[in-house]
Nanobody
Framework: QVQLVESGGGLVQAGGSLRLSCVAS????????MGWFRQAPGKERELVASISWSDGSTYTADSVKGRFTISTVNAKNSVYLQMNSLKPEDTAVYYC???????????WGQGTQVTVSS
């Protein structure tokens, strides 16, 4: 069973940067996509960014476009989220997720807290 472990969260001032990492305990390069989700208190979980293992195509949500960048290192079964120009509204628990089957993300990490102060 593949497990995903996130790291890199923390407390940062508005305008600052953080880099989140997600490492899988097993091979993930055959999966369809990897993604980063976030969930703020009282809100639904939302997709922030995703990337295809096969061709590297990416998606970023409008709320983070131009500020966040997703990337992978296939040989390390890892995915990263570079977050720049952070805003207080980016405060949330960020989850790494993997899609090994069509239509759904079926592997999830435990989450890492990102807090952006005003």
């Amino acid at each position: 069973q593949v497990q995903l472990v996130e790291s890199g969260g923390g407390l940062v001032q508005a305008g600052g940067s953080l880099r989140l990492s997600c490492v899988a305990s097993g091979r993930t390069s055959s999966w369809y996509r990897m993604g980063w989700f976030r969930q703020a208190p009282g809100k639904e979980r939302e997709l922030v960014a995703s990337i295809s293992w096969s061709d590297g195509s990416t998606y970023t949500a409008d709320s983070v476009k131009g500020r966040f960048t997703i990337s992978t290192v296939n040989a390390k079964n890892s995915v990263y989220l570079q977050m720049n120009s952070l805003k207080p509204e980016d405060t949330a628990v960020y989850y790494c997720a993997g899609k090994s089957v069509p239509h759904q993300y079926n592997y999830w990490g435990q989450g890492t807290q990102v807090t952006v102060s005003s």
